[in-house]
């Protein structure tokens, strides 16, 4: 069966330092892979998507993921957080032959401390 | 920059009696998504429309739940009759069509049965 784990539920940490969100799919063949972005009150903001190429992708607001199809992963990174990064993250994955329909990952909180 | 608008942004209402979103696309976005997304889960997709046309709504609990787009451009989704199950996030999302077009997300309409 085809799912997608965000094994953190919750990730505190401080301004300034690094972040990694991890992301782990389970599909027939490579997805279409994504990552979203979502503040209090508000909708989803897509940060980067991966379709084929390059296996390092660049996003906006300074975030990068990387794809490792050995690992079935998409983790995204940040090397130093801003408080305006607090808010609720999911990785998200489609099918190449689909027609766009989104499968998410059940997300990971992120706690900006001072 | 154009936005997907949605309405109500909440809404309050006893188990029982209908209710009805409402979603207004990007313009000329032909693909719109209806999404619920329950408290502490990722979005989950109930219903796609490409253009006028249905092309997925395996996951709307058609008992309960109909949706619509009659001209192809502003959709309505309606619940009758509401159970306190279906207290969520209700987000409406369009793209140009296709896994390889990014979804734009609309605010959501929270929803809350009591």
């Known amino acids: 069966a085809q799912s997608v784990t965000q094994p953190d539920i919750h990730i505190t940490v401080s301004e300034g330092a690094s972040l990694e969100l991890r992301c782990n799919y389970s599909?027939?063949?490579?997805?279409?892979l994504f990552w979203y972005v979502q503040s209090p009150g508000q909708g989803l903001q897509l940060l980067l998507k991966?379709?084929?190429?390059?296996?390092l992708v660049q996003g906006i607001k300074g975030f990068e993921a990387e794809f490792k199809r050995s690992q079935s992963s998409f983790n995204l990174r940040k090397p130093s957080v801003h408080w305006s990064d607090a808010a609720e993250y999911f990785c998200a994955v489609a099918g190449t032959d689909s027609w766009g329909k989104l499968q998410f990952g059940a997300g990971t909180q992120v706690v900006v401390t001072p | 920059e154009a936005e997907v608008a949605q309405s109500p942004r909440y809404k309050i209402t006893e188990k029982s009696q209908a209710v009805a979103f409402w979603c207004d696309p990007i313009?000329?976005?032909?693909?719109l998504y209806w999404y619920r997304q329950i408290l502490g889960q990722g979005p989950e997709l109930l219903v796609q429309f490409q253009d006028e046309s249905v092309v997925d709504d395996s996951q709307l609990p058609k008992d309960r739940f109909s949706a619509e787009r009659l001209k192809g451009v502003d959709s309505t989704l309606k619940i009758q009759p509401a159970e306190l199950g279906d207290s969520a996030m209700y987000l409406c999302?369009?793209?140009?069509?296709?896994?390889?077009?990014?979804?734009?997300f609309g605010p959501g309409t929270r929803l809350t049965v009591t």
């Open positions: 313009s000329g976005h032909a693909t």
């Open positions: 991966y379709f084929s190429g390059d296996t």
């Open positions: 599909y027939g063949a490579t997805p279409y």
């Open positions: 999302a369009s793209s140009l069509g296709g896994s390889f077009y990014e979804q734009y």
